[in-house]
Structures are given as structure tokens and as C-alpha cells.
């Protein structure tokens, strides 16, 4: 398909860091210029709407406290995306990963009898080991039987929902609970501590924001990183070059998956302090960091300014239906708009468009 005579396209070598940051400022003003004509067929003014979600957001600590709070998983399961993306291997799952890592938090903080000291500890090594092992399962099945992964772990998904549901009706419904489906409270000695009377897990945060870090050093600075880029840039020259596909689709999965658990666990020993039902804790957090990591351009720390932009649009879709009377659900059309633009926005990327000159 040849391009219009009005139009110059040139291929990019490589495109340059202000072209990637450009080109995604663009694509968010235009998802968010699209979303200003669902707000105004609502017969809200768009800017009243974004005020009130920035005011909300940001105007108050209560409000800067919960996007603290829905940032924090976005972070952890958005740098392990990022790891998965750079070598190709298209990770859906980061939900159902979140959960088998509340799942393990949750048996270590009441049935383990640890020792107080070591709940904390240890529920964050099980909600890591769960999340990684059951990531791990789709990457066998990519690398050893050719299935793809993104069917894979978008299905385990749904097992992962049934797990916990099946968990919280049946054998871990807590007696104190009066009928709801819930497990009972977690002791003192397995919840983490918060800043002041929000729900913002600060140990869970610290540790986000240092495992960023040392996931950009990981994939910049060491052999293991530059098997996962060649990996995913040009998977012949890897085989040409002698890397295992085997070895580096597991290393990311763990890395992806376990991060994803990790997340799990400060969701439930932070903010819900129990296991409950699947929606009530996980919100969708596996599938926005999706959108997390390609808006960072699958750069560990760019995640950390991505994710904190998603807790502001999570966090404004309280607002939006309780100050505005609009749909919560409106923020998941945010969501698709971006996605949206940003994949339509990767020729720009590959290609330098302009117009001819006469």
C-alpha cells in the first residue's frame, strides 16, 4: 500500500528519546481529547470533569494518599511487564499472578503458626514463589509446546479468580465473619505498617521504587539483561549467538510473575488485611499495568512515573461518580483510549511522516 503524494514517509533507524516521549504525550492528549466527548454527552463540560479528577486526585492528602495507594501495584506489576515485554513474551496474566500471591499471604499469615517476627518475611517470599511459579507455567508452554502466551496467561486469569473464590465460600471462610465471604483478619504481626490512617503500605512502596531501579540496572547493566533484549530485539541472532529462548522466557516469567505476587501480598496485608473476593482486591490491577508498562516504552523506571499517572485516573474515578454522578466505568475507558492511541501511535515510531513539498 503505497502512502498518499501529499505525504513523505521515512523509516527511523532508531527512534530517538525525544521522539518516544513526544509521540506519548500525543497519544494521551488525544485519548484524552476522545474522552472529553464521552464527558460532554453526559452534558459535563470536559474541563469541569478533568478538574475535578486532578482536584481529587491531588487537591487533598486523603486524595494524593489513595493514588499513592493505586500506584503501588501498578508499580510492582508494571516493572515485572516491562522485564516480560522486552523479551517478547506477551505477559496478560499480572491478575491472576496478584492473586495467587494473596492466596500464599494469605495461608502463611493464618495457618503457617510462624512466629510473629517471621510473617512479614515469609508472606512476601510465598507471594512472590506463587506468582512466579504460576507464571512460570505458561512460559513452559510457549517455549515447550509452541501455545500462545498471551491465551495462556490471559486464561489463567480465570483460574486464578476461581482459586480464591473457592478459598473464601469454602475452606478458609472465617467463622468471625457472620456469613460474608471473607477469611478472618489477619494478626497485628502480619499487616504492614501505613502512613498515618491511609492505606498507603510505605515498606511496599520503597521496595516498588528500589526494584525499578535495580530492574533498569538488571536489563542495561548485566549479561542476563542483554540475552532478554537480544531475546526479544532479534530472536534468530540470539539462537545465532548461542542464548537458551528456554532459559531467558522462564528468567522473565519468574522475575514477572513474582513481582505481580509481590503486589498481591501489600494488597492484602496493607489495605484489605484479609482475603476477599478477587475483584474487591485485585480492580484490575494486572490488566492497567499492561497499559503501564507500554506507556513507560517498557522502561523499568519510567514505570514509576506511568504507574503514579494511573493511580491519578484510578484514584479520580472515585470522584468522578461520587462528586460528578457519572459511571465509574468511565475510567476504564480512559484506559482503552490510551492503549488505543499508543498502539496506533507505533508508526510513528518506526516511521518519520511529513509533508511533501510541492
Not at 152 to 168: D, P
Request: some cysteine; overall charge positive.
Amino acid at each position: 500500500m503505497q502512502a498518499p503524494k501529499w505525504l513523505n514517509i521515512e523509516r527511523r533507524p532508531i527512534p530517538s528519546g525525544n521522539t518516544i516521549f513526544t509521540v506519548s504525550i500525543l497519544a494521551i492528549v488525544a485519548a484524552l481529547v476522545v474522552a472529553a466527548i464521552f464527558f460532554a454527552s453526559y452534558g459535563i463540560s470536559p474541563f469541569r470533569a478533568y478538574g475535578a479528577i486532578l482536584r481529587g486526585a491531588l487537591g487533598s492528602w486523603s486524595g494524593f494518599s489513595e493514588t499513592l495507594r493505586r500506584m503501588i501495584p501498578l508499580l510492582l506489576c508494571g516493572v515485572g511487564l516491562t522485564v516480560a515485554f522486552r523479551a517478547l513474551f506477551w505477559n496478560i496474566g499480572a491478575d491472576g499472578q496478584l492473586l495467587l500471591g494473596t492466596v500464599a499471604a494469605t495461608w502463611v499469615a493464618l495457618f503457617s503458626g510462624l512466629p510473629d517476627p517471621l510473617l512479614l518475611p515469609v508472606m512476601f517470599l510465598a507471594g512472590f514463589a506463587a506468582g512466579a511459579l504460576w507464571g512460570l507455567i505458561p512460559a513452559i508452554l510457549k517455549v515447550k509446546m509452541g501455545i500462545n502466551d498471551v491465551i495462556t496467561t490471559l486464561m489463567m486469569n480465570y483460574i486464578a479468580i476461581y482459586i480464591v473464590l473457592y478459598l473464601i465460600h469454602g475452606p478458609w471462610k472465617g467463622p468471625s465473619m457472620r456469613g460474608f465471604a471473607y477469611t478472618d483478619m489477619f494478626p497485628q504481626a502480619a499487616r504492614l505498617p501505613t502512613i498515618g490512617h491511609t492505606h498507603v503500605h510505605w515498606p511496599t512502596l520503597l521496595m516498588g521504587l528500589l526494584i525499578a531501579l535495580l530492574a533498569y540496572i538488571m536489563l542495561n547493566r548485566t549479561r542476563t539483561g542483554f540475552e532478554i533484549r537480544v531475546v526479544g530485539e532479534n530472536p534468530h541472532a540470539a539462537r545465532y549467538a548461542g542464548i537458551s529462548e528456554f532459559k531467558t522466557v522462564v528468567t522473565v516469567m519468574l522475575i514477572s510473575g513474582g513481582l505481580a505476587g509481590f503486589a498481591g501480598v501489600g494488597e492484602v496485608a496493607g489495605v484489605h488485611l484479609r482475603l476477599l473476593d478477587p475483584i474487591q482486591i485485585s480492580m484490575g490491577y494486572g490488566y492497567t499495568a499492561i497499559i503501564v508498562a507500554w506507556l513507560a516504552r517498557k522502561n523499568p523506571l519510567g514505570v514509576i512515573i506511568t504507574s503514579f499517572f494511573f493511580g491519578v485516573l484510578m484514584a479520580g474515578g472515585d470522584v468522578i461518580k461520587v462528586n460528578l454522578g457519572l459511571p465509574f466505568q468511565l475510567i476504564n475507558v480512559f484506559n482503552g483510549l490510551i492503549m488505543f492511541f499508543l498502539i496506533g501511535s507505533e508508526i510513528f515510531m518506526r516511521y518519520k511522516v511529513t509533508l511533501r513539498r510541492r
